[in-house]
């Protein structure tokens, strides 16, 4: 099996190994490192393995379930690799007042997906967020961590096929 890093690019399996141990190695002894440590895995590679669970929890001294608790608390970490594309889409009040739910009905049904799903290509992963701290110009999303505001589905439309052409 592949895995996809942030980038998209197809990695061997285990090769998130080494991501991981350095990851530890870097952060273990900083005070609150758990967070720290599950960001740098994160940025390095996509995504927290679920099988590095065990030797987080390990080198943290902490329990599987502790570590567990916090990836899946945080909307922000991922544990299976992201599409190429990360849209998300925020569901925060602000937004929800301008529209966001209407935009996320259109985003699933434009993309075929629904939240925390990948497409079928490997191309989009969509994701809910809860505030970009975009709120005046709201219903706002990020692409890839750029951020849109305002977001009509006509510009919605736009935003993907141009994420489209790029596949």
Do not use: W
């Not at 590095?52 to 608790?69: C, D, T, W, Y």
Request: glycine share 8%; charged share 15%.
């Amino acid at each position: 099996m592949k895995e996809k890093s942030a980038a998209g690019a197809a990695q061997p399996e285990g090769l998130h190994h080494a991501a991981v141990d350095e990851a530890i190695a870097q952060h273990a002894q900083r005070p609150g490192s758990l967070l720290i440590v599950l960001h740098a895995i994160q940025d390095r590679i996509g995504f927290v393995p679920p099988d590095a669970l065990p030797r987080i929890a390990q080198a943290l001294n902490l329990s599987r379930a502790e570590v567990h608790g916090v990836i899946t608390f945080y909307h922000d970490f991922r544990t299976s690799p992201p599409g190429r594309h990360v849209v998300r889409l925020c569901q925060a009040e602000a937004c929800q007042s301008m529209g966001s739910a209407a935009l996320a009905a259109h985003a699933r049904s434009r993309l075929g997906l629904d939240f925390h799903q990948t497409s079928s290509n490997g191309n989009v992963t969509l994701e809910p967020v809860y505030c970009l701290g975009n709120c005046a110009c709201s219903p706002a999303l990020t692409i890839d961590g750029q951020v849109h505001g305002r977001v009509t589905p006509e510009r919605f439309d736009r935003l993907v096929m141009a994420l489209e052409q790029t596949a």
